[in-house]
């Protein structure tokens, strides 16, 4: 069975060479590729970080009885970058506009960039935008899309498909698929999408920029020390209220454990730590 199998393989992609017009030896062994992948046809696979790719929007009829097919092809030029290791991978955009992008994020950007300032995000960016009111820059990520004239700001989403859009520079407007409302940020804002029924914007610390490796914070309030601390390594800290508001100024190093950050609190306001490794909280008391 190997032998027609093979023959029927070399028949397809003879078709294919044929009747893909293509300028370059490059375009069709890659689009050959991805043919080769949809129909089930085995071959060594190369893994490429950054790549074009080529979407195609087909009709196919494939009676293997006779080995004919018809295939139309609509071909757009994406590159695509993705960052399969530790820590932020900086890309920069053809507008010199900067994007890093986290541990398992990828990022997709037309070639045509200068063009359409345009993108899509599927993961956690944090985006440095060159201002060019003639021509706005959009991310897409889900069912959100982020209009922007020149900013810095990060998108953070997950595989439920859900998307945090926070503010740290400058002003965006956010709007989500099937919703008439757009939403104006100011910086410190963010909007939260949890489904079409939970769309909320809320406060969040913009001094904690991720890019940087320390963080510098001057007369911040316990509580929101605390809302760092559950951000960053998710655990709730309980203290006594009398404390939420008092001022507190320290730097924090983006390597420093959770311990040593408590070890700081404790020793501050003279406190003994009380950990739950089950419910994930910290109790601070006297």
Not at 143 to 169: M, P, Q, W
Not at 228 to 247: A, M, P, Q
Request: aromatic share 10%.
């Amino acid at each position: 069975m190997e032998e027609p199998k093979k023959k029927y393989n070399d028949i397809l992609e003879d078709l294919w060479n044929q009747s893909h017009e293509v300028s370059h030896s490059s375009d069709a062994e890659a689009s050959w590729h991805q043919f080769a992948e949809r129909v089930g046809i085995k071959e060594k696979r190369e893994v490429i970080r950054m790549r074009a790719i080529y979407y195609a929007a087909a009709v196919i009829a494939l009676t293997i009885a006779i080995g004919s097919f018809i295939y139309h092809q609509t071909r757009i030029d994406y590159l695509v970058v993705e960052n399969p290791g530790i820590g932020y991978k900086k890309v920069i955009l053809p507008d010199s506009s900067m994007v890093s992008i986290a541990q398992g994020t990828t990022l997709y950007y037309a070639q045509n960039f200068n063009e359409k300032r345009s993108v899509r995000l599927e993961g956690d960016g944090y985006f440095e935008v060159q201002r060019n009111e003639a021509l706005p820059f959009t991310v897409a990520c889900y069912k959100t899309l982020t209009t922007v004239l020149g900013t810095s700001f990060n998108i953070k989403s997950d595989r439920r498909e859900n998307v945090d859009i926070a503010l740290y520079e400058g002003s965006i407007k956010a709007s989500v698929e099937g919703v008439k409302n757009d939403w104006l940020l100011t910086p410190g804002e963010q909007l939260k999408y949890r489904g079409h029924k939970k769309i909320s914007i809320e406060p969040f610390n913009n001094f904690f920029n991720p890019l940087e490796s320390n963080f510098d914070l001057e007369n911040v309030s316990v509580k929101e020390l605390i809302t760092y601390v559950k951000e960053i390594f998710g655990y709730e800290i309980v203290i006594d209220t009398e404390y939420l508001n008092n001022s507190i100024t320290l730097r924090i190093n983006k390597n420093d454990s959770l311990q040593n950050i408590i070890e700081v609190i404790s020793t501050i306001y003279k406190l003994k730590p009380e950990i739950d490794e089950d419910m994930k909280r910290i109790t601070l008391s006297k």
